[in-house]
């Protein structure tokens, strides 16, 4: 049996081929705006990295922000609960998946069998997204590459107060011109955007074992100070979390396909 699980997110496109439950291919691409296009793109690249014609795709699952307009997709699932079967797949004793992508912040409670018990999402202000942590790099004038590893070299704790990312590139700014390092603002980031995660994710409680998924798991400066601020609770993370979701819509697949 192979299915296939396609994340068209807000600024990447991840496509995962699976055989029999084992991914065979996986792979991802900056999205943009004619996403359908591009997500035709990603499917003929995953299907020359598995070795098989389009055909003999069982049937696929489309999730993320584009998931309305994926090509080859019969069904459809939202980005919460391709998060909840992808991570369930991983580790079926996960009961909380923090997923923070481009845009949104997500806090899942999932069940035993990977269905969604409950969930909270940010999405008013990128100020608890990947999105953020660019604007203030542009801020500081550094690589999105060398954010988190520099905010590791920081062992100051600089509060920042602003609750958008506009506001909170005026303080960046700010801090700037008050000479305070450029290591303890991208870590005044770190913290600031993972205190807002937290609090989020406190609105449907958090429950052990607790996994980070999204593209700001690749963020060490950010998952250092998730870990910081939930102190209580081991997090984990996966190897490619960006890629949970799209697996869950493959998982997805593969149940609907009675495996």
Known sequence: MITAGMDLGAKTIKIVIMKDGQVIARVKKLSGFEQEILAKEVMNEALVQAGIELDQVDKTVATGVGRK?????????????????GAIARNPNLRTVLDIGAEEGRAIIVTPEGRVKDFAINEKCAAGSGTFVEAMARALEITIEDFGPMSLTSDKAVPMNAQCAVFAESEVVSLLHARTPKNDITRAVCDAISSRIVSMARRVSIEPEVILIGGMAYNVGFVA????????????????PEFVGAEGAAWIAHDKLGG
């Open 225 to 240: 100070s998730m870990k910081r601020t939930l102190t209580e609770m081991v997090i984990q993370v996966p190897d490619n």
């Open 69 to 85: 307009t994926a090509p080859f997709a019969t069904d459809i699932i939202t980005e919460v609960g391709a998060a909840a079967r």
